[in-house]
């Protein structure tokens, strides 16, 4: 074992922890080094290893070129290459290449030809080598946290962009209700055009921009939706809430007299003054449906747009993304089986349900276009309506590429369901989906919108499955 770095830090005996960061931590988040403020971060020359051979990956091959390219920026700022290299973080963070220390004490049963085994053993290595350092392992792999704590080794999961069960729960609410008096009700249709149906918004209500709410009369009665508007909320009537014809979807009439989520849903995706609508919602509660409604309504009939972008990402089952350029034909044809629920809305909304013309022809058009979200770089974005869906399979960084491409003359709508995660480098609690809605949670802005969806009104036996299975799972 050579060291190439002078260790010696971590032989004095202060409070700061000695973080080592797994591949799929800086694969996950490429600013994950500057996270641990005055803390010391170790990366294995190994982990830069398998960074590299994901460089040609088409859903993180841009993290992996991303992480390259800032630890080569701060090497150039190090002052000797035989010294720590300072996290410019504002805490005096150091970062440490290592090599070697392999303790010879890890479990021989334990080939240290898989990486994971081999960032173990390293880790019980360097504890051997410096025993008055607290160090402590990061990974997103909780096969390997497992295996981490039962030889002894601390370890936590990369928490800089996580949030709790509990947060994640609270996004699954229904439509918020507010009361309001005789008198706020008489200045609200004070006017004759309903489109100035509208009062003073107060702080009491605690709502986002563009939250939508159900309204009630003094005698808890039901007689319409408010949707706020910056310092106004303004009064929208659920029974006219269409969109291509159709109203707000209710499957459970003994359970449901009304579906508000939907109602604001489709208010927001009308809207042409929210430019970014997140709609978080589990399958089979309309999420596809409202969306791709919204962008055939905007496009065709109101001329609002010039085109619709549907975009998702591919996950294989290797689970490592897909690149799908090695697949015979066109990148529309490579893209058509992933992009079956947009197929099948173009159809029903064609009405051609038996002969494949309609939806056939609007492909063909070039109005209606399927993206890789790899290629998202090089799209042109401009004047469309673009439908972002199954989020949640996409990591933070692919959803600043996609919405650094945005200009004002596009509409953003981005889809998902957080309780299904299909890649290994995300979870429910750290996906591109969840991080955008938390994101306008706490910067709201006039243009950003969200609402959850949490009616299931695809068919009775879809909802029995979900009720059912999700009953026994508990």
Same mark, same amino acid.
């Given at each position: 074992?050579?060291?190439?770095?002078?260790?010696?830090?971590?032989?004095?005996?202060?409070?700061?922890?000695?973080?080592?960061?797994?591949?799929?931590?800086?694969?996950?988040?490429p600013s994950?080094?500057?996270?641990?403020?005055?803390?010391?971060?170790?990366i294995?020359?190994?982990?830069?290893?398998?960074?590299?051979?994901?460089?040609?990956d *088409?859903?993180i091959?841009?993290?992996?070129?991303?992480?390259?390219?800032? &630890?080569?920026?701060?090497?150039?700022?190090?002052?000797?290459?035989?010294?720590?290299?300072?996290?410019?973080?504002?805490?005096?963070?150091m970062?440490?290449?290592?090599?070697?220390?392999?303790?010879?004490?890890?479990?021989?049963?334990?080939?240290?030809?898989?990486?994971?085994?081999?960032?173990?053993?390293h880790?019980?290595?360097?504890?051997?080598?410096?025993?008055?350092?607290?160090?402590?392992?990061? !990974?997103?792999?909780?096969?390997?946290?497992?295996?981490?704590?039962?030889?002894?080794?601390?370890?936590?999961?990369?928490?800089?962009?996580?949030?709790?069960?509990?947060?994640? +729960?609270?996004?699954?609410?229904?439509?918020?209700?507010?009361?309001?008096?005789?008198?706020?009700?008489?200045?609200?249709?004070?006017?004759?055009?309903?489109?100035?149906?509208?009062?003073?918004y107060?702080?009491?209500?605690?709502?986002?921009?563009?939250?939508?709410?159900?309204?009630?009369?003094?005698a808890?009665?039901?007689?319409?939706?408010g949707?706020?508007?910056?310092?106004?909320?303004?009064?929208?009537?659920?029974?006219?809430?269409?969109?291509?014809?159709? *109203?707000?979807?209710?499957?459970?009439? !003994?359970?449901?007299?009304?579906?508000?989520?939907?109602?604001?849903?489709?208010?927001?995706?009308?809207?042409?003054?929210?430019?970014?609508?997140?709609?978080?919602?589990?399958?089979?509660?309309?999420?596809?449906?409202?969306?791709?409604?919204?962008?055939?309504?905007?496009?065709?009939?109101?001329?609002?747009?010039?085109?619709?972008?549907?975009?998702?990402?591919?996950?294989?089952?290797?689970?490592?993304?897909?690149?799908?350029?090695?697949?015979?034909?066109?990148?529309?044809?490579?893209?058509?089986?992933?992009?079956? *629920?947009?197929?099948?809305?173009?159809?029903?909304?064609?009405?051609?349900?038996?002969?494949?013309?309609?939806?056939?022809?609007?492909?063909?058009?070039?109005?209606?276009?399927?993206?890789?979200?790899?290629d998202?770089?090089?799209?042109?974005?401009?004047?469309?309506?673009?439908?972002?869906?199954?989020?949640?399979?996409?990591?933070?960084f692919?959803? &600043?590429?996609?919405?650094?491409?945005?200009?004002?003359?596009?509409?953003?709508i981005?889809?998902?369901?957080? !309780?299904?995660?299909?890649?290994?480098?995300?979870?429910?609690y750290?996906? +591109?989906?969840?991080?955008?809605?938390?994101?306008?949670?706490?910067?709201?802005?006039?243009?950003?919108?969200?609402?959850c &969806?949490?009616?299931?009104?695809?068919?009775? !036996?879809?909802?029995?499955?979900?009720?059912?299975?999700?009953?026994?799972?508990?």
């Amino acid at each position: 074992m050579v060291e190439i770095v002078d260790l010696s830090v971590l032989n004095q005996d202060d409070k700061r922890t000695a973080y080592v960061l797994d591949t799929n931590v800086l694969l996950h988040d490429p600013s994950s080094i500057f996270r641990f403020d005055e803390h010391i971060v170790l990366i294995p020359l190994f982990v830069l290893d398998e960074i590299d051979s994901k460089k040609s990956d *088409p859903v993180i091959g841009y993290n992996a070129r991303e992480i390259s390219h800032k &630890l080569e920026h701060l090497l150039d700022k190090r002052e000797s290459p035989y010294h720590a290299i300072q996290i410019p973080n504002g805490k005096n963070g150091m970062l440490f290449f290592t090599n070697g220390y392999m303790s010879n004490k890890f479990p021989s049963e334990l080939s240290l030809s898989y990486k994971d085994n081999a960032i173990l053993s390293h880790l019980m290595g360097m504890k051997e080598a410096f025993p008055k350092r607290h160090f402590k392992l990061v !990974t997103k792999d909780r096969n390997l946290r497992i295996k981490s704590s039962a030889l002894a080794i601390p370890n936590q999961d990369y928490l800089h962009d996580k949030i709790s069960e509990e947060y994640l +729960a609270s996004f699954f609410q229904p439509v918020k209700e507010i009361h309001l008096d005789e008198e706020e009700i008489n200045q609200l249709f004070k006017s004759k055009t309903a489109a100035n149906w509208l009062i003073p918004y107060r702080k009491k209500w605690h709502l986002q921009e563009n939250e939508g709410v159900t309204l009630y009369d003094p005698a808890g009665q039901f007689f319409g939706m408010g949707i706020r508007k910056e310092d106004k909320l303004r009064y929208f009537d659920y029974h006219s809430t269409k969109v291509l014809d159709m *109203p707000p979807k209710v499957l459970d009439g !003994t359970k449901y007299t009304h579906n508000f989520e939907q109602s604001v849903c489709i208010q927001q995706a009308l809207d042409d003054d929210i430019k970014i609508q997140i709609i978080i919602g589990k399958a089979g509660t309309g999420k596809t449906h409202i969306a791709m409604a919204a962008a055939l309504e905007k496009v065709f009939k109101d001329r609002k747009y010039d085109s619709i972008k549907l975009i998702k990402p591919v996950i294989t089952k290797s689970r490592l993304g897909e690149d799908i350029g090695f697949l015979p034909g066109s990148v529309k044809r490579k893209l058509l089986p992933k992009m079956r *629920p947009f197929v099948e809305k173009l159809r029903q909304f064609t009405n051609d349900s038996d002969t494949d013309e309609g939806y056939k022809k609007l492909l063909d058009s070039g109005v209606i276009e399927m993206l890789n979200l790899a290629d998202i770089r090089g799209a042109d974005l401009a004047n469309s309506f673009v439908i972002f869906d199954e989020a949640q399979n996409a990591n933070p960084f692919q959803m &600043l590429t996609l919405g650094t491409r945005l200009g004002e003359d596009a509409k953003l709508i981005v889809l998902g369901d957080p !309780t299904q995660i299909d890649s290994i480098y995300l979870d429910k609690y750290s996906n +591109a989906l969840i991080n955008l809605y938390e994101n306008a949670l706490q910067n709201s802005a006039p243009f950003i919108a969200q609402i959850c &969806l949490v009616q299931m009104v695809r068919s009775h !036996t879809s909802k029995w499955f979900e009720d059912s299975i999700q009953m026994a799972r508990k």
